[in-house]
């Protein structure tokens, strides 16, 4: 009896791979994860569409693993790096770092995804899984040295506190639309410690 096995991602070919993830990326950039096709991004990168799904299970899931390779690198690099003794100024770093240097013109892309995620559950659990999980493990790290320094209450759970600091962005992204600049940014770290500090 046969078995069906996942392809080996160590197989795919580097050359054809990055064409069909800057493709992908390039076409959710210009019009939305919504006017993206397989087909698209198959005639965009010069490949067959078998040569897609072998890879991907759907176009939103293409465009997820564009995305994400471009932010996983920088964007843990810079968590790791905000490892001041002020947590407020590390707070601010974070939140800029990750808002308007890492993710920056690809906001638009974020905000497809999340989109299609309500209705894609395999896609929300990559998702969850590639960038939400592990950035806010870093997060929470940080947020419990700033507990045993003093600087944020003790009795505050690190992810709640995350919920409190990112969904101001995340509802200004996808709800109500305003400047996504520094100045924002600080307020949202400002705003937040009002309610974590001691």
Excluded: C
Aim: aromatic share 6%; charged share 30%; proline share 5%.
């Amino acid at each position: 009896m046969s078995t069906t096995r996942a392809p080996d991602p160590a197989r795919r070919n580097p050359q054809v791979t990055a064409a069909i993830l800057e493709a992908a990326l390039a076409m959710a950039r210009e019009d939305g994860l919504a006017r993206v096709s397989i087909e698209g991004i198959a005639a965009r990168a010069g490949v067959g569409k078998r040569t897609i799904y072998r890879w991907w299970p759907s176009k939103g899931a293409v465009v997820l693993d564009a995305w994400a390779q471009r932010l996983e690198e920088r964007l843990h690099r810079r968590l790791e790096a905000t490892q001041t003794d002020d947590f407020e100024a590390d707070l601010k770093l974070m939140v800029k770092d990750a808002w308007i240097d890492t993710i920056g013109d690809t906001r638009g892309v974020l905000a497809s995804i999340v989109a299609e995620a309500q209705h894609d559950p395999d896609l929300a659990a990559e998702f969850r899984k590639r960038l939400i999980s592990p950035a806010s493990a870093l997060v929470a790290e940080r947020i419990r040295r700033a507990q045993a320094d003093g600087q944020v209450a003790a009795d505050i759970d690190p992810y709640r506190a995350i919920e409190l600091i990112y969904a101001q962005l995340y509802y200004r992204l996808l709800i109500v639309p305003g400047p996504h600049d520094e100045a924002y940014v600080n307020d949202v770290a400002e705003l937040a410690m009002r309610g974590l500090r001691p």
